[in-house]
T-cell receptor, first 118, second 113 residues
Framework: NAGVTQTPKFQVLKTGQSMTLQCAQD?????MSWYRQDPGMGLRLIHY???????DQGEVPNGYNVSRSTTEDFPLRLLSAAPSQTSVYFC?????????????????FGPGTRLTVL | AQSVTQLGSHVSVSEGALVLLRCNYS??????LFWYVQYPNQGLQLLLK??????LVKGINGFEAEFKKSETSFHLTKPSAHMSDAAEYFC???????????FGTGTSLTVIP
């Protein structure tokens, strides 16, 4: 299994440009999420999805769109890039929690995309 | 509402010394708790997790953490630091419903030879 893959690894954009960060997983996980990592701020949740056709906002959703047409893929779109979106972006996936608390929902992370907006 | 507080953004220990990284959480329901490690220019890897079984949780690479409900803490320890332990460590909490994870701001561990 490849796990969680992300492309590209690096990207430089100019202010106002748009782009899509790709994320795919081959573990048949229902749950997928996008985080951004900034120095001193840890990881902040941007958007997440609990299954195909279902998405929801996280802590910092403004300026980002997502869609989930398949279980495997969860792309993140920047419609009009801003310098404040310069960050490292991580995609993660996990199985959904179950009723029994003996289950767990460990997240598996991709290698990240380093985005710079000039 | 959930949140995680990691005390100490940078911790330095000598090789062979005890590693103690602190994590306190807030949660309205019994939480799932996790420690992740991030090596330079890599994604996050799970070190260990607490899911309401034993309060002392053992993870990979000799790390362990103890869930203390009365103190709302989940501190990470390792008896003897190794140079390869130098990394960024993140504590995370999930209530297990809604599947939202909340991460702390991270603690950078430096191991001094």
């Amino acid at each position: 299994n490849a796990g969680v893959t992300q492309t590209p690894k690096f990207q430089v954009l100019k202010t106002g440009q748009s782009m899509t960060l790709q994320c795919a997983q081959d573990m048949n996980h229902e749950y997928m999420s996008w985080y951004r990592q900034d120095p001193g701020m840890g990881l902040r949740l941007i958007h997440y999805s609990v299954g195909a056709g279902i998405t929801d906002q996280g802590e910092v959703p403004n300026g980002y769109n997502v869609s989930r047409s398949t279980t495997e893929d969860f792309p993140l779109r920047l419609l009009s890039a801003a310098p404040s979106q310069t960050s490292v972006y991580f995609c993660a996936s996990s199985s959904l929690s179950r009723v029994s608390r003996s289950s767990y929902n460990e997240q598996f992370f991709g290698p990240g995309t380093r985005l710079t907006v000039l | 509402a959930q949140s995680v507080t990691q005390l100490g953004s940078h911790v330095s220990v000598s090789e062979g010394a005890l590693v103690l990284l602190r994590c306190n959480y807030s949660s309205s329901v019994p939480p799932y708790l996790f420690w992740y490690v991030q090596y330079p220019n890599q994604g996050l890897q799970l070190l260990l997790k607490y899911t309401s079984a034993a309060t002392l949780v053992k993870g990979i690479n000799g790390f362990e953490a103890e869930f203390k409900k009365s103190e709302t803490s989940f501190h990470l320890t390792k008896p003897s630091a190794h140079m390869s332990d130098a990394a960024e460590y993140f504590c995370a909490v999930s209530e297990g419903t809604g599947n939202q994870f909340y991460f702390g701001t991270g603690t950078s561990l430096t191991v001094i030879p």
